[in-house]
């Protein structure tokens, strides 16, 4: 099964590079095919679970890790660590951006849920990581192959420097953290706000 998610995970990867070389030059309809895709996955999680407390987590998780993806770029792209092409003057992160994260993000978690459940925390936490850095190595190196955007910072790997790939893949254990702080907390509310919620 983890080969599989993987297998599906480096596709889905390498079909959303595929999709930004395709149409990042039209920004707007590549955030809008993003957005239309993130908010399938959530309506499908809710259909599936029969149940609103999934998809209503799996959204704010979507959500977080995109406003969290757009301050990071805008930190990044305001100190001249890379920059985007082909914007228009005065915008520094595309409006596809944030999306991109959350879709990121949510690739992979389903990576992270498939992982053995024998593994230690520590071997979790470790394997995590390393797929933190691979997946955005795959995908962005290709972006950056074709001009999307480029790096200024030194030591790179295929046009991608490891510090961008260790901070990427930090952010991506934060995000996981986030999830699972928000599956905790929200069956720690109180009854009648978490039947309101789901169905327990």
Request: glycine content about 8%; aromatic content about 8%; overall charge positive.
């Amino acid at each position: 099964m983890l080969l599989h998610k993987l297998l599906s995970v480096v596709g889905l990867t390498g079909a959303g590079a595929g999709l930004v070389m395709a149409t990042y030059r039209h920004q707007e309809l590549l955030a809008a095919i993003l957005a239309v895709l993130l908010a399938a996955y959530v309506v499908r999680t809710g259909v599936k679970s029969r149940a609103a407390r999934p998809a209503l987590e799996q959204a704010f998780v979507i959500v977080t890790t995109g406003v969290i993806g757009y301050l990071t770029e805008s930190w990044g792209t305001m100190l001249g660590h890379w920059t985007y092409h082909d914007l228009p003057p005065g915008q520094h992160v595309p409006l596809w951006v944030p999306l991109a994260w959350s879709a990121a993000g949510e690739l992979l978690h389903q990576i992270e849920k498939a992982l053995p459940p024998t593994l230690s925390p520590l071997k979790r936490i470790g394997a995590a990581y390393a797929l933190g850095m691979a997946l955005p190595l795959f995908g962005e190196s290709l972006c950056v192959a074709f001009g999307v955007w480029t790096y200024a910072w030194p030591v790179q790997i295929l046009g991608i420097p490891l510090a961008a790939l260790a901070l990427i893949s930090y952010a991506h254990l934060t995000f996981g953290c986030i999830r699972a702080g928000v599956a905790r907390s929200s069956r720690a509310l109180p009854v009648p706000i978490r039947a309101s919620c789901a169905n327990d």
